[in-house]
Nanobody, 121 residues
Framework: QVQLVESGGGLVQAGGSLRLSCAASGSNFIINLMGWYRQAPGKQREWVAGVGSGGNTMYADSLKGRFIISRDNADNTVNLQMNSLKPEDTAVYYC???????????????WGKGTLVTVSS
């Protein structure tokens, strides 16, 4: 089973920056995708960004240009650099990965417990 632990959340003023990190651990798994979702108070969870094993990145259109996702395959970590933060970015941010058992063929999605980001005006 893949375990994901997020870190880096906190309180920041509008216009500031935060860097979120997520570390994946476990045994006998192969990671394909890693990325981030977020859920604001009273709203549905939305996709933020993702990165494939080859380094290709994708972003939600509304966030492209402010957020940067990166991945370290050697450490099985994924980061999210968030710049020019706005109050509407306030949410719980969840790390996810799509992975499979080393001897398996089907991929499953795994989720961290989330880290809270609060952006004050």
């Amino acid at each position: 089973q893949v375990q994901l632990v997020e870190s880096g959340g906190g309180l920041v003023q509008a216009g500031g920056s935060l860097r979120l990190s997520c570390a994946a651990s476990g045994s006998n798994f192969i990671i394909n995708l890693m990325g981030w979702y977020r859920q604001a108070p009273g709203k549905q969870r939305e996709w933020v960004a993702g990165v494939g094993s080859g380094g290709n990145t994708m972003y939600a259109d509304s966030l492209k240009g402010r957020f940067i996702i990166s991945r370290d395959n050697a450490d099985n970590t994924v980061n999210l650099q968030m710049n020019s933060l706005k109050p509407e970015d306030t949410a719980v941010y969840y790390c996810y990965t799509r992975s499979r058992p080393r001897d398996g063929t089907s991929y499953n999605d795994y989720w961290g417990k989330g880290t809270l980001v609060t952006v004050s005006s």
